[in-house]
Structures are given as structure tokens and as C-alpha cells.
């Protein structure tokens, strides 16, 4: 089983409908992170957490808000989605515990999604 | 201008060629990363460094912190080679920055 889940894979939603996007993982991980991914662009991060009571801006957060639910659980809410929240949306974990800190990020499948 | 910067964006070679990716950055950093995202879109890390060189089988990265400036490495490229090959920095914090993606494809 992959360690870091996102459901769903795929969504094709209306503007101005509330989307959740979730991301699990069983690495026991305590950092987790949300990207978008643009053609040409590389990847952007809109939120990201160090535990379940820290929660952090990333550079393009306007438009969206996210829930730790638990270590082991991000989701990633778009309130009222509009057209150009077109993209694919990467999760990502990793472990603060490492020696140096900077410790490599474990990334999920994936959501590709589409706002009409 | 981007903090990360990748050359080329798009590269095509035959099997067998020897390619490298090239990586500059602007930012001071505390490590450096290459990763590489399949054609259905999963992305994998191949490699984490913060000084000299590792090897990976056929794939070896380097990194020159003096000139801010890494290169990735494929020797005897392979068609399953073929994918998007993205340079990361981390700035702290654990975030990182990523550069556009560079990507390759190798014809039998």
C-alpha cells in the first residue's frame, strides 16, 4: 500500500462549488504540505503543517484553507472554486526527526483537478 | 527571476546518450533535491545532497555550493529514463523551492 494517499484522484467540479481534497499517510511522518503544480510552472506550496496544532501559509494560499485532523490526516478545502484553481495538486510528508532536519519529502499520487 | 532556474526545459536524446540536467539557485540553502515525476504524475525523489556527489545506478547528482549550481546525470539513458526532472532547494524550514522541470525524453 502507498504510504501517502490522496483521494480523490481525479475531480471535475462547477465554479463556485466547495471542493475537499485528503491526504493520509502512514509514514508517522509530523510534517505534512500541499503544492499545486501549473503546466510550465514549477510546483507551489499553499499550506503546510509541523503538527497538528501548526498551521502555515505557503506562497499562494488565497483561495484555499486546510484541516489537520489528526497527525496522519491534511485536508485541502477551495471554498467557492474558480477556473484557474485548474491544476494538479501534489500532498507531501515529511519527517522533522532526521538528523540534519532537512530531511527529503515523500509525495502522494496526486489530484487532478478541473474547475468549469 | 525564479530562485531556481533548470536547463533545459525539454531535452531529446536516443538511447544510450549520456544526458545532464543542470541546476542554478540564488538562495542560500541547506540541501538540495532532484526528483523525478513519472508521465502519470507521481513524483519520486532521487536524490538529496548538500555537498560533492551520489550515485544511484545509472544516475549520479552533483552539487557546487560555491557556484550554486547542481547537475544530474544519466548514464546509458534508457526510454523508461523518459520523465520530468525537477531540482528543489530548501531554503529552511523544511520548504522547498522548486525549479520548473526539465523534461526528457529518450527514443529507442
Known amino acids: 500500500d502507498a504510504d501517502v494517499t490522496q483521494t480523490p484522484r481525479n475531480r471535475i467540479t462547477k465554479t463556485g462549488k466547495r471542493i475537499m481534497l485528503e491526504c493520509s499517510q502512514t509514514?508517522?511522518?509530523?510534517?505534512m504540505y500541499w503544492y499545486r503544480q501549473d503546466p510550465g510552472l514549477g510546483l507551489q506550496l499553499i499550506y503546510y503543517s509541523f503538527d497538528v496544532k501548526d498551521i502555515n501559509k505557503g506562497e499562494i494560499s488565497d483561495g484555499y484553507s486546510v484541516s489537520r485532523q489528526a497527525q496522519a490526516k491534511f485536508s485541502l478545502s477551495l471554498e467557492s472554486a474558480i477556473p484557474n484553481q485548474t491544476a494538479l495538486y501534489f500532498c507531501a510528508t515529511s519527517d522533522s526527526r532526521g538528523p540534519t532536519g532537512d530531511n527529503e519529502q515523500f509525495f502522494g499520487p496526486g489530484t487532478r483537478l478541473t474547475v468549469l | 527571476k525564479n530562485e531556481v532556474e533548470q536547463s533545459p526545459q525539454n531535452l531529446t536524446a536516443q538511447e544510450g546518450e549520456f544526458i545532464t540536467i543542470n541546476c542554478s539557485y540564488s538562495?542560500?540553502?541547506?540541501?538540495l533535491h532532484w526528483l523525478q515525476q513519472h508521465p502519470g504524475g507521481g513524483i519520486v525523489s532521487l536524490f538529496m545532497l548538500s555537498s560533492g556527489k551520489k550515485k544511484h545506478g545509472r544516475l549520479i547528482a552533483t552539487i557546487n555550493i560555491q557556484e550554486k549550481h547542481s547537475s544530474l546525470h544519466i548514464t546509458a539513458s534508457h526510454p523508461r529514463d523518459s520523465a520530468v526532472y525537477i531540482c528543489a532547494v530548501n531554503k529552511g524550514a523544511q520548504k522547498l523551492v522548486f525549479g520548473q522541470g526539465t523534461r526528457l525524453t529518450i527514443n529507442p
Open positions: 509514514k508517522g511522518h509530523d510534517r
Open positions: 538562495v542560500g540553502i541547506s540541501a
